[in-house]
């Protein structure tokens, strides 16, 4: 059952059974992909920094190989990269040290535009709506662009020790989030912090986070919010082990 559910070499094949002693590492990535007929995935990138064009091509390719990585090791790379789409958003004249709050009002706008498949219409099923896709983006300034250079300085090329390295960092950010929400999940609403984004809330609507993690992030993104994530990390620690901060 396991090699039947692993062979799928495109989303139509997919069987809906699970492998019943192994667990797919995005089987909500595969699954709603399937189920919505949306085959397209992956967090768009709002490009916030112009200053240095050789470091930004460094750090998307960076991104890619990371996902790359662990598609590999979790043996869905020959399914899932064919649909992969990290789709950045670049204007330098409008975004060009945009503050998260001016790039979110821009994702609501993009995300508004975009066909998104409505679902089944049973109580069950998700939306397109729901997808990590249209609910966060990746959000790169000055300070996360910097960061690739210190892994690159420190990866000796192999993958094992990759996640121990200095991290390279984006920011995941949560396209409805405003310093007003208040949030179901009591605990993100605990107050006295320090302020970030207008929030003293220990959930302040974005997060850092390791970019050797996006893909496996994307996953868990699923039907869940950051809000939700038991490990939430708030900046400016570094999800998702919290064992470095942005300076």
């Keep these: 059952m396991e090699e039947d559910y692993f062979a799928a070499r495109n989303i139509a094949d997919l069987p809906r059974h699970l492998s019943s002693w192994k667990r797919d590492a ?3 990535t595969c699954a709603n992909m399937r189920d919505l007929n949306y085959h397209t995935w992956g967090f768009v990138i709002y490009r916030c920094t112009y200053d240095d064009e050789d470091l930004w091509v460094r750090y998307l390719a960076q991104l890619k190989d990371f ?3 662990y598609l590999v090791k979790t043996r869905r790379a020959e399914l899932l990269e064919q649909y992969l789409d990290f789709h950045v958003i670049e204007d330098r004249a409008t975004l060009e040290n945009a503050s998260r709050q001016d790039t979110r009002h821009h994702f ?3 995300t508004s535009n975009q066909n998104v498949p409505a679902g089944d219409g049973f109580f069950w099923s998700k939306t397109g709506a729901e997808l990590p896709r249209f609910r966060f983006f990746l959000y790169v300034d000055k300070q996360c662009l910097a960061t690739v250079v210190q ?3 420190a990866d000796n090329g192999h993958p094992y020790f990759r996640p121990l390295l200095p991290p390279m960092v984006v920011t ?3 396209g409805s989030w405003t310093p007003d929400t208040v949030q179901s999940y009591e605990p993100q609403n605990e107050d006295g912090y320090p302020e970030l984004d207008g929030s003293s809330k220990r959930y302040v609507g974005f997060e850092y986070h390791n ?3 996006a893909t496996a992030l994307y996953e868990t993104l699923h039907g869940n919010g950051l809000v939700d994530y038991g490990s939430y990390t708030r900046p400016p620690a570094i999800g998702p082990d919290a064992v470095n901060t942005m300076s």
């Design 172 to 174: 995941v950010v949560d």
């Design 211 to 213: 970019a050797y993690y």
């Design 26 to 28: 995005f089987e909500r």
């Design 67 to 69: 996902a790359h990585g």
């Design 151 to 153: 892994f690159q300085n």
């Design 108 to 110: 609501n706008q993009w």
